[in-house]
């Protein structure tokens, strides 16, 4: 039998404007999941670290001839003394403005050696030259400084100078993203997720076409995101993969596990997690308790909780509110 994942992604401490705990209303089956499963942390990478090495363990040291990294426009606010990346500030672009900023890009960077491409999700797609150079989770940092965010490798240098550059450009052009009445403005690309995107590399125009289950050695497991890290798991270890529809839904593909990646935006975070519980996990929980899976596994953040058919029956765990208990990573 197989294992179904639910990932509520870019969920942290800190994560987007959180109301005041009283006001926040209860999820008791969400609540009584987390009371009775069994509770660990994971690594320093968190979430993206631990679903990248349990899909693809070698895809952190695949080698390819050119450099890519994931690319999220952003919106910053400058401070007095630093620069702070907006609470809402990951943004999601439409794909028309995708395709517009891409253009500008290559106008403005032409025989610079380096690529932006859309892709319809959130992220984009940087390509330039094989450098080693790494930058954490934009998530991780959303309403907070950037000060400890910036590339780190023996090629950091070309990866800020080109940050800086795109800011500069960004500063006279007019890209706007984000969801309903909050438009903010791109400022910023965050350059980061070159472990990620490396699989992505020879063929990332054609990723969000790309039908599910067209390739791939591993024909039973799926995994639907609109996350470009996560599809880009799945690309490198050959699984089906999809957009996110709209719910959980029972389907006719052979029996396998399932991942389903939900990114939660600065925006309205509390409804979101509600929409969560009523359109994932409620389903997800009755079709283990219906036997169609082994165990049911939740990732926030920078923890696990996992529920087996033994777990699921111990009624006596004391239950706490869900928001801390989500964030508590």
Not at 83 to 99: D, I, S
Not at 161 to 167: A, H, I, M, N
Not at 290 to 315: I, P, Q, Y
Request: aromatic residues 8%; contains cysteine.
């Amino acid at each position: 039998m197989s294992c179904a994942v639910l990932v509520l992604a870019d969920l942290y401490p800190g994560s987007g404007a959180l109301p005041e705990l009283g006001s926040v209303p209860r999820l008791p089956l969400l609540e009584g999941a987390l009371a009775r499963a069994v509770s660990e942390p994971l690594g320093a990478g968190g979430w993206r670290a631990w679903l990248r090495d349990r899909l693809c363990a070698d895809l952190a040291v695949q080698v390819v001839e050119s450099g890519c990294w994931l690319a999220t426009p952003v919106h910053y606010v400058a401070g007095l003394d630093t620069l702070r990346l907006h609470g809402e500030g990951l943004l999601r672009l439409a794909h028309p403005t995708q395709l517009q900023l891409a253009d500008d890009f290559a106008r403005v960077f032409a025989g610079s050696g380096w690529r932006l491409i859309a892709t319809d999700a959130r992220e984009m797609l940087l390509q330039g030259p094989a450098l080693a150079a790494e930058a954490p989770d934009p998530a991780r940092f959303t309403g907070q400084s950037t000060r400890e965010a910036s590339p780190q490798g023996e090629g950091k240098a070309a990866l800020r100078r080109l940050q800086s550059e795109v800011e500069m450009w960004l500063h006279g052009a007019e890209f706007h993203g984000g969801d309903g009445a909050r438009r903010l403005k791109v400022n910023g690309l965050w350059l980061w997720g070159q472990s990620y995107a490396r699989s992505l590399a020879h063929d990332a125009e054609d990723l969000m076409a790309r039908p599910m289950g067209s390739v791939g050695h591993n024909q039973a497991a799926q995994l639907y995101a609109d996350d470009l890290g996560a599809r880009a798991c799945a690309v490198a270890a050959g699984m089906m993969h999809a957009p996110l529809p709209e719910r959980w839904a029972d389907d006719s593909r052979p029996a396998g596990d399932r991942y389903v990646v939900l990114n939660v935006p600065g925006a309205n975070v509390i409804g979101q997690v509600e929409q969560f519980a009523q359109r994932w996990f409620e389903p997800a929980l009755a079709a283990l308790g219906a036997g169609h899976f082994k165990m049911l596994e939740l990732v926030c953040g920078g923890r696990l909780w996992r529920l087996d058919s033994g777990t699921r029956w111990r009624f006596w765990r004391r239950r706490s509110h869900w928001l801390p208990e989500l964030l508590s990573c």
